[in-house]
């Protein structure tokens, strides 16, 4: 009993931070930044290198022939990017109610975006002579959505200025909250529910600004069927996650004649040097590496009016949106149309303040009323959440037969199970692999040099000892690690790879000495992103997204995965290790995935591999809603072609052991 009671404080004291200090192997800057920075600093190179071309690539559209080329290449890619758009389905409208106020009157609106999901919306209607224009209202982030007072206020104005306005839920906010308990309670809201929806969406190769887009656009489509509104003339207007979405609306819908985005446009320069990637629908996969900013969203739409708002004291950088607005100036100036396009600096902060209500107002009414007068805002007074439900308890989640938007992922999921199975099934394994290697991205070993390595320190101890290794797979990449030497080498050699580090199981009578006192050596490695290089804390998203989560979003951008580096990476240290008889892959936790993918692309690599506590499946990620830290893993699209059950049916079942597999 005290032996066993010895080894396991052994082991504990393993992951202590005392024991990870005197294992620790990199110097405390690289360069100018420490260690945990690294994969930021690594992935803000591909970054800065990528707006340089995007950059080089604006100069070169010179003619009206050259913006309508841009224009229709850049929307394509937008579209392909968050995963196409549904069907077009029957809206199913319902006024669940009508009231008049003062100088204007609302209706309560039920319609389905989507077959049975919902989208709960307040008509704000002028009392004017029809037919009158119709201004898209798309809420920030609230968690009461369209009930905020910031959000009546902007369409009431519109109301009292003569032209009708629709302000709608978002998914997650106000009465559409995706995930309940059993009381009827939400579960994740705002950020995190869009982020959480994001996971299985990237995953199924869409995103969820598919889904947000997607409401806005039918939400246009329930504008265009009222009599009263002239379907000519709808614009749109938001700030915040509002301005996102009339930045997507005015990019990709052209019925939106006249656009007025607020606290968001800055630049994706700017974006990244500053407050850096935010939650899951800002974030359009491989749009950096393709050079789709925030410009392009504005340029898109040119010569159509579009009045950028932008606050100082925002967070979102007021130097970015200036440098955006000289870009697009510039774009409708070629096409003879530089009064369209202009920009608004209220001595402000985010949010919509009345400034920014009165501008948007002004806006509209110059271009969809052919009017340009001097707005004021009359005053106007908000009223409690529960006069603007459209829901008799709050939640459209509790109407009968309602789909949230993990109901609509897993109805695609399940249809490309089917297809999954036949690709699997009937075609040459080599290709379907081939398939695998072309959706990740990950390197063919033949293409990836062999890395560099320093030896830095060694400690001895009884029967072997342990050497100190920078590996250097490529410049900007160090990746700390720990070789185990036995005295008496049998000629084989073991990779091991864990989620918490190195030094984990690096204890006297852990996992690593029992395989070295057989005569194994062991190379235990950090990948990038793990151990020394990684993050141990985060803000905001943290808790569910992982603590790097910010940088998994930059590399998703810059059309790669954390996943395919780290693949990567262990095919370098395989690499590494071939000068010895036989190769074994040995993971725990997390890193098993890329461990995964490494052995399926190159099997020939690897004497035998070794799962321990590794999701087995990508199908759970999509059934599990709240699933903690699985944005690590993804890859955009995976699902339409495999599943991780499919790469560990490639690998001989002698050769594959899979022990304590985790579910999300």
Not at 636 to 643: E, F, R
Request: hydrophobic share 40%.
């Amino acid at each position: 009993m005290i032996r066993l009671l010895l080894a396991v404080v052994c082991i504990l004291a393993a992951g202590s931070p005392a024991v990870a200090a005197r294992f620790a192997v990199l110097p405390a800057k690289l360069g100018n930044v420490a260690p945990s920075k690294m994969m930021h600093e690594y992935l803000m190179g591909l970054a800065h290198a990528a707006l340089d071309r995007r950059d080089a690539e604006y100069e070169k559209i010179k003619t009206p022939e050259d913006v309508a080329a841009y224009q229709k290449r850049m929307r394509q890619f937008f579209i392909d990017q968050i995963g196409g758009l549904p069907e077009r389905t029957p809206l199913n409208v319902q006024v669940v109610g009508k009231e008049k106020r003062d100088g204007y009157r609302i209706e309560k609106i039920l319609f389905e975006s989507q077959p049975k999901h919902f989208v709960s919306a307040i008509l704000y209607l002028p009392n004017a002579k029809p037919p009158y224009p119709a201004v898209l209202v798309p809420c920030g982030h609230s968690v009461n959505g369209k009930a905020r007072d910031l959000y009546q206020l902007a369409p009431i104005i519109m109301a009292k200025h003569g032209m009708a306005a629709l302000c709608y839920d978002p998914i997650d906010q106000g009465e559409r909250m995706q995930l309940l308990d059993a009381a009827g309670k939400p579960k994740a809201v705002s950020v995190l529910g869009h982020c959480l929806i994001g996971v299985g969406s990237t995953l199924l190769g869409r995103d969820t600004a598919m889904f947000r887009t997607w409401d806005g656009m039918r939400a246009i489509d329930f504008l265009q069927s009222r009599p009263e509104i002239d379907p000519e003339l709808i614009g749109c207007t938001g700030i915040s996650g509002g301005g996102t979405m009339t930045s997507y609306l005015m990019a990709l819908d052209l019925r939106i004649k006249a656009a007025a985005p607020g606290c968001y446009l800055t630049s994706f320069r700017r974006l990244l040097e500053t407050i850096g990637p935010q939650d899951a629908e800002q974030d359009i996969h491989a749009q950096g590496a393709y050079g789709m900013g925030h410009a392009d969203y504005v340029m898109m739409r040119a010569p159509l009016p579009t009045l950028i708002m932008a606050a100082p004291r925002d967070y979102f950088d007021i130097g970015g949106a200036w440098d955006s607005f000289r870009q697009a100036k510039r774009l409708y100036g070629r096409l003879g149309f530089a009064e369209r396009v202009d920009l608004l600096e209220p001595d402000t902060k985010h949010g919509f303040p009345v400034e920014m209500r009165v501008g948007a107002c002004r806006w509209m009414r110059r271009w969809l009323l052919k009017i340009d007068d001097a707005v004021t805002e009359p005053p106007s007074k908000p009223v409690p959440d529960e006069q603007v439900w459209c829901t008799p308890r709050g939640q459209v989640m509790l109407l009968e037969g309602a789909r949230s938007a993990y109901d609509l992922n897993m109805d695609l999921e399940n249809r490309l199970v089917e297809a999954r199975k036949t690709l699997w099934q009937q075609a040459d394994k080599k290709k379907a692999l081939a398939e695998v290697r072309r959706i990740t991205g990950i390197r063919r070993l033949a293409d990836l040099p062999k890395p560099e390595c320093e030896k830095v320190g060694s400690l001895k101890r009884d029967g072997y000892r342990i050497d100190k290794l920078i590996l250097k797979p490529q410049p900007d990449i160090w990746l700390p690690a720990l070789s185990f030497v036995p005295d008496k080498p049998n000629g084989n050699a073991y990779l091991y790879l864990h989620a918490d580090g190195k030094q984990t199981d690096a204890a006297p009578g852990g996992p690593i000495e029992k395989l070295v006192r057989k005569g194994n050596s062991v190379l235990a490695v950090d990948l990038g992103g793990v151990g020394e290089t990684g993050q141990t804390k985060g803000k905001g998203l943290a808790a569910y997204m992982g603590p790097e989560w910010q940088d998994l979003y930059l590399a998703y951008m810059l059309d790669t995965s954390y996943l395919a580096m780290r693949a990567e990476d262990i095919l370098s240290c395989a690499r590494f290790l071939d000068s010895h008889k036989k190769v074994h892959l040995v993971s725990v936790g997390n890193v098993g995935p890329p461990a995964l993918h490494a052995a399926a692309l190159e099997p020939q690599l690897f004497a035998s591999v070794g799962l321990r506590n590794c999701l087995t499946s990508w199908h759970d990620v999509l059934e599990t809603p709240m699933a903690k830290n699985q944005l690590v893993n993804v890859v955009h699209g995976a699902l339409k072609t495999y599943d991780l059950p499919d790469l560990l049916a490639t690998l001989p079942a002698d050769k594959l052991t899979v022990t304590e597999p985790c579910r999300p």
